[in-house]
């Protein structure tokens, strides 16, 4: 499984935006690029997900390197509620069909008020 | 329209006795994965089921095993638990096994072992 490396954790204010940085260099060309956030003693939410291109949806933008090495999740507007760990994962279509998600440690974000 | 549930949210065994812990997935959806989440850590991957096969399984023993009903609920059972088992369970619920859908979670279920 390709590999991702996030900051341990990252603080931020309310009402600023908010850039969440991700490196995966071994990235394959199959791969996308998954978001997911945990917020405190709730199971992981689907953020937003991309192959190549940059991708918007009403919780998120993601932006991708034009290598692929590398992503960046982007909330807008940040708020209270946007406190969480947020993971950033490749997600393989493997040959089975069957897709897993691989979490790493994540990146634990903090909004001030 | 129900997300994802899981039965029980809380459960706490003595080390040796066996767990199943039970999931239904949100409407519309026929793959359950089940992830194992250690205090602090991300979730773990256990496997995943789809028409009520599993299809592929991460690094747990055979202690670890499920199965999935015809109305794609689906069950994890853990044998001779051990004090390590001690974990939020999580449920994730997907449709179909190609495209790259998202995965929805249920709110899991905390084991404690004794």
């Known amino acids: 499984d390709a590999k991702t490396t996030q900051p341990n954790s990252m603080e931020s204010n309310e009402e600023e935006p908010v850039h969440l940085p991700c490196n995966h260099s071994?990235?394959?060309?199959?791969?996308?690029i998954h978001w997911y956030r945990q917020l405190p003693s709730q199971g992981p939410e689907y953020v937003i997900h991309g192959l190549t291109s940059n991708v918007n949806n009403r919780m998120a933008s993601l932006a991708i390197a034009e290598d692929r090495k590398s992503s960046t999740l982007i909330l807008h507007r940040a708020t209270l509620r946007d406190a969480a760990v947020y993971y950033c994962?490749?997600?393989?279509?493997?040959?089975?069909?069957?897709?897993?998600?691989?979490f790493g440690q994540g990146t634990r974000l903090t909004i001030n008020p | 329209d129900a997300g994802v549930t899981q039965s029980p949210t809380h459960l706490i065994k003595t080390r040796g006795q066996q767990v199943t812990l039970r999931c239904s997935p949100k409407?519309?959806?026929?793959?359950v994965s089940w992830y194992q989440q250690a205090l602090g850590q991300g979730p773990q991957f256990i496997f995943q089921?789809?028409?009520?096969?599993?299809?592929q399984r991460g690094n747990f023993p055979d202690r670890f095993s499920g199965h999935q009903f015809p109305n794609y609920s689906s069950e994890l059972n853990v044998n001779a638990l051990l004090l390590g088992d001690s974990a939020l369970y999580l449920c994730?619920?997907?449709?179909?096994?190609?495209?790259?859908?998202?995965?929805?979670f249920g709110p899991g279920t905390r084991l404690t072992v004794t």
């Open positions: 071994t990235i394959s060309g199959t791969d996308y």
């Open positions: 089921y789809y028409e009520e096969e599993e299809r």
């Open positions: 994962i490749l997600r393989a279509i493997i040959i089975q069909g069957a897709q897993k998600l691989v």
């Open positions: 994730a619920s997907s449709w179909g096994l190609v495209a790259p859908y998202e995965q929805y």
């Open positions: 409407s519309g959806h026929d793959t």
